[in-house]
């Protein structure tokens, strides 16, 4: 048993088949992620994490938050740089 699926039961005052049959009913709807070109993306308005995310995803390099915002973002203009 999920114990998602009990904290739901519990919280809704149900049972727990009561529950699993109510997502059962329900429809599953498969959002498939979208991708994003690098040269869409306009890094100067990302945050830190952004930036160390995008870093991590785009190029499987991680950056050091701790650093400060203008350090992160030319470590990611000369990764863009190195893509073109």
């Given at each position: ?10 919280l809704w ?5 009561q529950v ?16 994003i070109e ?47």
């Amino acid at each position: 048993m999920n114990i998602l699926n009990k904290m739901k039961a519990w919280l809704w005052g149900s049972t727990y088949d009561q529950v699993v049959e109510r997502q059962k009913d329900n429809k599953i709807i498969n959002h498939e992620p979208i991708e994003i070109e690098p040269a869409d993306v306009d890094i100067e308005s990302m945050t830190k994490k952004q930036l160390e995310a995008f870093a991590r995803d785009e190029f499987n390099v991680e950056l050091d938050r701790r650093h400060n915002k203008k350090r992160l973002l030319n470590q990611v203009r000369k990764l863009l740089d190195t893509m073109e």
